[in-house]
């Protein structure tokens, strides 16, 4: 059974700081690995979607990276701002029994606050 | 274009009673899948439909259940609630194919049963 474990659950850094959120998974057998962030209250956002044969994935001040023979992916997050105080959520797409795409398992969340 | 929405975005319901839940996907895509949201256990899967058919489905009770329309638009529905129902219940939807894709998030609908 796929089990996503995300380290810290929680961290505090001053503006400016660069920054890297750990996901880990049990199974290697997966489609892909998202990760989103998600403000309080409301629903998520993607951020980046990394594909089982891509190691890395970068959108502006963000770079995942994805070791599918480890279990491991890492949010890198460059310079980082008061707006980007969230939780952020790392989810790996399983691959079903015969190759077909399984549903979304996620981790509990890494909750990020941003001092000024 | 528009993103996904649901209806109605709040909801109290007392123990016993049944609820439905509406999501409808961004245009062009044809898989909407459905999560619940608690503090305790995070986020949990319930279930995926393509095309009208459930796809995948997660480890919930029968009281639980969902379709989806011709036009992609889904329902869940709960019947006989109980106080653990009480979460974020939240849809999201992607164009589904053979290839994977980005899953896209509705706001959700916040579900407090008495």
């Known amino acids: 059974k796929q089990e996503v474990t995300q380290i810290p659950a929680a961290l505090s850094v001053p503006e400016g700081e660069n920054l890297v959120l750990n996901c880990s998974f049990t199974?290697?057998?997966?489609?892909?690995l998202q990760w989103f962030r998600q403000d309080p209250g409301k629903g998520l956002t993607s951020l980046l979607l990394?594909?089982?044969?891509?190691r890395e994935q970068t959108s502006g001040r963000l770079n995942a990276s994805l070791d599918k023979s480890s279990g491991r992916s890492t949010l890198y997050i460059a310079a980082s701002q008061p707006g980007d105080s969230a939780t952020y959520l790392c989810?790996?797409?399983?691959?079903?029994?015969?190759?077909?795409?399984?549903?979304?398992?996620f981790g509990k969340g890494t909750k990020l606050s941003v001092k000024p | 274009k528009a993103g996904v929405t649901q209806t109605p975005r709040y909801l109290i319901k007392t123990r016993g009673q049944q609820v439905t839940l509406s999501c409808s996907p961004i245009?062009?895509?044809?898989?909407v899948s459905w999560y619940q949201q608690t503090p305790g256990q995070g986020l949990q899967f319930l279930f995926e439909?393509?095309?009208?058919?459930?796809?995948n489905k997660g480890n919930f009770p029968g009281r639980f259940s969902g379709r989806q329309f011709s036009n992609s638009r889904s329902e869940m529905n709960v019947s006989t609630l109980e106080l653990g129902d009480s979460a974020l219940y939240l849809c999201a939807s992607r164009t589904g194919g053979l290839y994977t894709d980005t899953q896209y998030f509705g706001p959700g609908t916040r579900l407090t049963v008495l």
């Open positions: 439909y393509f095309s009208e058919t459930q796809r």
């Open positions: 199974d290697s057998a997966i489609y892909n």
């Open positions: 990394i594909q089982s044969s891509q």
């Open positions: 245009s062009g895509h044809r898989s």
């Open positions: 989810a790996v797409r399983a691959l079903n029994y015969g190759g077909s795409q399984g549903n979304l398992i």
